[in-house]
């Protein structure tokens, strides 16, 4: 239970604008960059309409031709053009910060490129914004104006009403101090309405802009798997050579080395030098064992073997291994269905191993609590992880360096989200640290070929 002290003031239930909001509405300078806006967008209006009507023109009477349909998709992919100005607007004159559409994708050859023009999403959304932005923008511009221009000629009617025709003034009636005195009230009413009145039409071209010039949910998704992936890429390149460099500068230095050693001793024997052949072949096999013990750790960095016996038991070891006491616990139900795709296995074991290790060289914990199981999600499996340590708190997810490695909290979120994961890191100073993951649970094809080939593994 959490107990929460209030300012008195803020107990005060919240009230409307009062009257003097209403009186300083038309002054404000909100209003009239609304109606500002409404100006630019209806003297953009017949501009983006003929732009609009041109490409589906050009569309139709191009669809025979090759030629004229890279031509119809240029004007479409010069939507996000027309797009980019009217988000321009939206952001300066109603505070209104629209994101631009995901960037076009590359493609290389003929068709690709054709294909990627006449079917760009995003301009085809501009150009139905240009459609559907025009009446709407009509109406509010009608309206304003009516609003404001009627309320000002009310407030100064008594002014210059003696100057109209008078087939065109008011009836003589009207001219009287009190009905002067009326025309005012109803000019002030309308200029107090005008604000409101145009706000609803902004309002509705705000939220037009936001849907139609915006990215889509998917498109950022799409956009989002595509960088995690390229991160993934990236990131197991830079694995792949510093294991090659591993290999040659350790791995196969010693190798060699041993090489050289049985070389000597072998010659030593041809000549009959039998003293040092005892020390050479014992050096020799040394090196050998130092070697074998090289493979083993990077072929365990590749791989655990581990694993090979499931989720499960590979947690259960690396808790007994673990530099500070773990609570590992597995749900029976994570592997009740049969055994998780290797891909999800191994990047369970890697991301709470490294996490163990943070807590234990970063944070200064004490003990580690680490939650596994599964939860239903519609008609597919969630598997939930979560990583708990008592320390000082803290962490952040810092960015890649440059060098194409991506280490720590940072790679396993990019880990993480190259399987359409979640990756949610909670550490304020002074702890706890918790790190929540969501994977897809994703099932191994066929269990019984996971262990192929894994009996020469020593």
């Known amino acids: 239970m959490r107990i929460m002290t209030l300012d008195p003031r803020a107990r005060r239930p919240a009230r409307g604008p009062g009257w003097k909001h209403l009186i300083s509405a038309p002054l404000s300078s909100a209003a009239w960059r609304s109606y500002g806006y409404l100006w630019l967008m209806l003297l953009l209006g017949p501009f983006a309409l003929a732009y609009v009507l041109l490409t589906v023109a050009v569309t139709a009477g191009a669809a025979v031709t090759v030629v004229g349909l890279f031509v119809a998709g240029g004007l479409v992919v010069g939507g996000r053009w027309w797009g980019a100005l009217y988000r321009g607007l939206a952001g300066d004159l109603l505070d209104a910060e629209v994101a631009a559409p995901v960037a076009r994708s590359p493609r290389s050859g003929f068709w690709p490129r054709l294909g990627g023009a006449l079917g760009d999403t995003a301009g085809w959304r501009a150009l139905l914004f240009m459609i559907a932005a025009l009446p709407v923008t009509l109406a509010g511009f009608i309206v304003s104006t009516a609003c404001l221009v009627l309320g000002l000629g009310g407030v100064t009617y008594w002014t210059w009403f003696w100057a109209l025709p008078a087939d065109l003034a008011m009836d003589s009636s009207w001219h009287t101090p009190a009905g002067l005195a009326l025309v005012v009230v109803g000019g002030l009413g309308l200029l107090v309405l005008w604000p409101s009145a145009q706000r609803g039409f902004t309002a509705l071209l705000r939220l037009l802009t936001r ?84 493979l083993r750790e990077l072929a365990r960095g590749i791989h655990p073997p581990v694993l090979d016996s499931g989720l499960a038991v590979a947690l259960e070891t690396l808790a007994a291994r673990a530099p500070l006491p773990v609570a590992a616990d597995v749900d029976p139900d994570v592997e009740a269905g049969g055994r998780l795709a290797p891909a999800i296995e191994s990047i369970v074991y890697f ?8 807590a234990a060289k970063h944070s200064h914990a004490s003990q580690v609590q680490v939650q596994v199981d599964v939860v239903a999600d519609g008609g597919s499996s969630i598997l939930r992880i979560q990583v708990r340590d008592d320390g000082r708190g803290g962490a952040t997810v810092v960015l890649p360096d440059g060098s194409g490695l991506r280490s720590g909290l940072a790679g396993l979120a990019e880990r993480v989200r190259s399987v359409d994961g979640t990756f949610d890191l ?27 080939g894994t009996g020469g593994r020593g």
């Open 351 to 358: 991301s709470i191993a490294e996490l163990v290790t943070n």
């Open 211 to 294: 849907v139609l010039l915006g990215p889509t949910a998917a498109s950022l998704r799409v956009a989002e798997l595509e960088r995690s992936r390229a991160g993934t890429v990236e990131d197991a390149d830079a694995r792949l050579r510093r294991i090659e460099r591993d290999l040659h500068d350790g791995t196969q230095a010693r190798l060699v080395a041993v090489g050289m050693q049985l070389g000597e001793a072998r010659e030593q024997l041809a000549s009959g030098a039998t003293d040092s052949v005892g020390e050479l072949l014992e050096v020799a096999h040394a090196s050998t064992k130092d070697a074998l013990t090289e």
């Open 426 to 452: 909670s550490s304020p100073v002074g702890g706890p640290t918790v790190v929540s993951v969501a994977l897809p649970a994703l099932r191994a094809v066929a269990a019984g070929t996971r262990g192929a």
